[in-house]
């Protein structure tokens, strides 16, 4: 399939004689969502980070539109058009909201790492930076420094720090953790949008965003896959609903 | 709560007329002084690149600044002076070979693993020359005759004339002032500053973190290499405790007592140490003691510098709000704080 | 090289790397324990050596020496703990760096007024002087023999208390993860107190034990430093087991350098230095970061 933006084959990941991810395969196409969900310890954090280059897998492999980039560094994987957010907010708290946008837009421009000029000064890269602003809905708040950010501006923000690195696949890690339900609701919604040209992976505990937002579901637990498909034949299938989910959350 | 713009410029500017009229009144030995002190500012300065602005804690910045001057030594013939245009690009070459290889190395660890690893690389330095006879060991050697600075026979640059090698330190400082801050304001001094600031985050938007820092690290070691020839120009002599640690710390107070905020911290942190250290050393039998006294007092009582006592001077005046969001160049001015 | 020349240059790799260990052991735990990186551990060495000549050439017994010296040290490490080194953890490393270096200035120039700068030499104890003739030509001084064992009884006890004591835990947990053991409601301001001092006192200790064998000289704490901070970088930070086993390759390869490489000798540690940094970044030991 032409629209495949993230491959996965495989990917086995041992953490002295602990198995964190054994075996796992993973597609994701352009213009869906795909959410991965398990327990805690099932190895979806892993999953992330051997995704984005972070960790090296012991086994497997892992393509960018096709390319192998199994040995690539993060950095590599960022430039080839991965963008990822973290659990735990990661943005540069010192400088605004627009300097943290423009960060990220600098990143993919071809003077990302250019010995003169202004930095801030870039009409393209100030450009892009306003618009990935203005799509994940902050735009308001560019001039605020990013640590008065409230925690959901905070990640709203990191979302739109990887906007403006123009992905074509985005990981996205629990992007709703520790929101109240109104800023979950805006993020759910902000998210939804998002997969329009782009591929999304989400991992997230919130079951209710999940079932909202996903086009299709990766069930893990203890490293392995035990489902996948669309959220009714993840919902249906038994051996889901006996390691994980339970019959309470249906 | 920064000093007026306007006012930072006027005594810039002041300093800097000051700074071309001083061989009109200074004896001899104050201008030997300040070209001495103009060029450790340019590696205060250029360490501050690497510390301040990229955030690794180097500890072998001294042995650049030392290689530079050993190179010139060995570059030098017996009987006459080596020409500056040969024998600069070599120093600095050599120089920026040197860092490569060291920050290569020691970049593939972080936090105190880098400072003991930058350590360790200088000292091999220090002992290399130490050790060996390549440049006559623990004794040092003489550079009898300064570089010579010629086109077509005509010589442009007398090093040897005091008057002149003044206005080539400063030269020299002006120049590596004007490089270290094109450098912060452009989207390369963003990066260093972003990877300085979370790593991760840089890494994981594209920032090739290794390669901005070791770029950075070997620049400033060059940046190192300039004053470090001229210096050892200066003193027709190096010895490997040019090269040694206490060097490099020493260049880590100037930095600190400056301010590793601005780009001019540091230079004037190098004019303030070596100016306290000669009136201590004039005066007193063990100055050491209350330099080390001082720089205990600096770590807890100034953190931010001298930079930040001049704005707390101005706290209560109301500095023009900068341009919000004007970059990450206000990245470095707020870290740290 | 004969059998006996080389099992002289065994012995003395293996001793010089046994008092490295100790000084080393001192720097990692401090490290690893407080997060601090203490630049004037060096300075400590020498001063102990001071202090052994001082004390035992007003008492004449090496003993004394050895006891004052290190409960000077401990004593003195306690003073500044309460006094800096608490207020600095968490800062970052660039102002340990600085307060250190600024204590090196004072220790030396304190050093300078209390002894001045010449160099020293101390008198082993009577029933530790003498030779043991190995051939007719090769004799070894009793004095190393009893070194190399009073660091190996020193050594083991380093590690029984590691490995065996509630205190080893402590320090066990709290190199591994220190928010860990903080939050476990482990008071880490009395063991941060106790680690420093003890940190200190193994340098002193190293210093007073050398130096019957070598000369007191004011920039002997600089050498050992360095070689302690190579020490730590191939073992890994906080690990003493990884300290012993760097202490005795960096012996090995000094003593041996200068036998067979005089010149570079001293280039060979870094270059040991480099390729363990090359192959295993975070030493031997130590933790993936």
């Not at chain 1, 929101?179 to 209710?208: C, F, K, T, W, Y």
């Not at chain 1, 579901?217 to 392995?224: C, S």
Request: net charge neutral.
């Amino acid at each position: 399939m032409a629209d495949i933006v993230l491959s996965a084959r495989h990917l086995t990941k041992r953490f002295g004689g602990l198995v964190a991810v054994s075996d796992v395969s993973i597609d994701v196409h352009r213009d869906e969502i795909h959410a991965v969900i398990g327990p805690n310890g099932a190895g979806k954090s892993t999953l992330v980070n051997l995704l984005s280059g972070e960790i090296t897998p012991g086994e497997g492999s892992v393509h960018l539109a096709g390319k192998d980039m199994t040995a690539r560094s993060p950095d590599q994987r960022a430039r080839a058009g991965l963008g990822r957010s973290y659990q735990k907010t990661t943005i540069f708290p010192d400088v605004s909201v627009f300097a943290n946008a423009r960060l990220a837009a600098q990143a993919r421009s071809p003077k990302a790492l250019r010995f003169f000029g202004d930095a801030g000064r870039d009409p393209v890269i100030n450009a892009q930076a306003a618009a990935a602003l203005s799509e994940a809905g902050i735009a308001a708040h560019a001039d605020t420094p990013a640590r008065h950010l409230s925690h959901g501006g905070q990640r709203q923000l990191e979302i739109a720090m990887v906007l403006a690195t123009t992905p074509s696949i985005l990981l996205l890690d629990e992007p709703l953790a520790g929101m109240g339900p109104a800023e979950a609701q805006d993020m759910i919604a902000l998210v939804s949008r998002l997969r329009n040209g782009r591929g999304i992976l989400l991992v997230e505990h919130d079951m209710d965003a999940v079932f909202a937002l996903a086009d299709r579901l990766t069930v893990m637990a203890d490293g392995h896959v035990i489902a996948t498909g669309t959220p009714a034949q993840v919902r249906a299938d038994p051996a889901v609903r006996v390691a994980y989910l339970g019959e309470d959350c249906l | 709560m920064t000093p007026p713009r306007a006012l930072t410029r006027s005594l810039l500017a002041a300093l800097l007329m000051a700074a071309l009229l001083l061989p009109m009144i200074a004896p001899t030995y104050y201008l030997q002084f300040f070209a001495k002190a103009m060029l450790l500012a340019i590696v205060a300065a250029s360490l501050n690149l690497v510390v301040g602005f990229g955030g690794m804690v180097s500890l072998c910045h001294g042995a650049f600044f030392g290689l530079a001057g050993y190179v010139l030594a060995l570059a030098s013939p017996s009987s006459s002076g080596a020409s500056l245009w040969t024998s600069l690009p070599l120093a600095l070459l050599v120089v920026a070979i040197a860092a490569a290889l060291v920050g290569a190395l020691a970049l593939r660890t972080r936090g105190i693993y880098f400072i003991m690893a930058t350590l360790a690389f200088g000292e091999m330095f220090f002992y290399f020359f130490h050790d060996t006879r390549v440049a006559n060991g623990s004794d040092g050697i003489y550079i009898y005759f300064e570089p010579e600075i010629v086109i077509a026979g005509w010589r442009l640059v007398d090093l040897g004339n005091k008057t002149s090698f003044y206005y080539v330190a400063l030269a020299s400082l002006l120049l590596a002032i004007i490089v270290i801050s094109t450098l912060v304001r452009s989207p390369f001094g963003a990066a260093l500053m972003a990877a300085r600031d979370n790593e991760q985050r840089a890494r994981s938007l594209g920032f090739p973190v290794f390669r901005i820092r070791l770029t950075a690290f070997v620049l400033a070691a060059v940046l190192a290499g300039i004053a470090g020839y001229f210096s050892a120009s200066q003193f027709g002599f190096v010895a490997p405790q040019t090269l040694g640690w206490h060097v490099s710390a020493t260049l880590l107070i100037m930095v600190v007592l400056g301010g590793m905020k601005s780009v001019l911290g540091p230079v004037f942190g190098a004019f303030v140490l070596l100016g306290l250290e000669e009136i201590l050393k004039s005066n007193i039998e063990h100055w050491k003691l209350i330099e080390g006294v001082i720089v205990i007092a600096l770590v807890f009582m100034l953190p931010g510098g001298l930079q930040h006592l001049a704005q707390l001077a101005f706290s209560d005046r109301r500095a023009p709000a900068g341009q919000p969001g004007s970059g990450a160049s206000r990245a470095g001015r707020q870290h740290h704080g | 090289m004969d059998i006996a020349t080389f099992s002289v240059q065994l012995l003395n790799a293996v001793q010089h790397g046994l008092v490295l260990f100790l000084v080393a052991s001192g720097l990692t735990l401090v490290f690893g324990i407080l997060g601090v990186i203490n630049l004037a551990h060096g300075a400590f060495y020498m001063l102990g050596a001071y202090l052994a000549y001082w004390i035992a050439g007003y008492t004449g017994s090496f003993a004394l020496a050895l006891v004052g010296g290190v409960a000077i040290a401990f004593l003195l490490g306690l003073v500044l703990e309460e006094a800096f080194v608490k207020r600095l953890i968490g800062r970052d490393h660039l102002a340990q760096v600085l307060l250190s270096y600024g204590l090196i200035l004072v220790i030396d120039e304190v050093r300078q007024i209390l002894f001045g700068k010449d160099v020293h030499s101390v008198a082993p104890p009577a029933w530790l002087q003498g030779s043991i003739e190995l051939t007719d030509v090769l004799s070894y001084p009793v004095y190393r023999l009893a070194l190399c064992i009073a660091c190996l009884v020193l050594a083991g006890i380093i590690f029984f208390i590691i490995q065996k004591t509630r205190l080893g835990m402590i320090l066990r947990a709290g190199a591994e993860n220190r928010d860990m053991t903080r939050a476990l409601g482990i008071s880490f301001d009395r063991v941060n107190r106790y680690v420093f001092a003890g940190g200190i006192a193994l340098a002193a200790l190293g210093g007073i034990l050398v130096a019957p064998i070598s000369t007191v000289f004011p920039g002997m704490g600089d050498s050992m430093l360095i070689l302690s901070f190579v020490v730590v970088v191939l073992g890994g930070i906080g690990s003493v087991a990884g300290a012993a086993f760097g202490a005795l390759l960096i012996g090995l390869t000094d003593t041996f350098g200068k036998v067979f490489f005089p010149q570079v000798s001293s280039i060979l540690v870094y270059l040991l230095m480099v390729i363990i940094l090359l192959w295993r970044p975070n030493g031997l030991l130590g933790r993936a970061s």
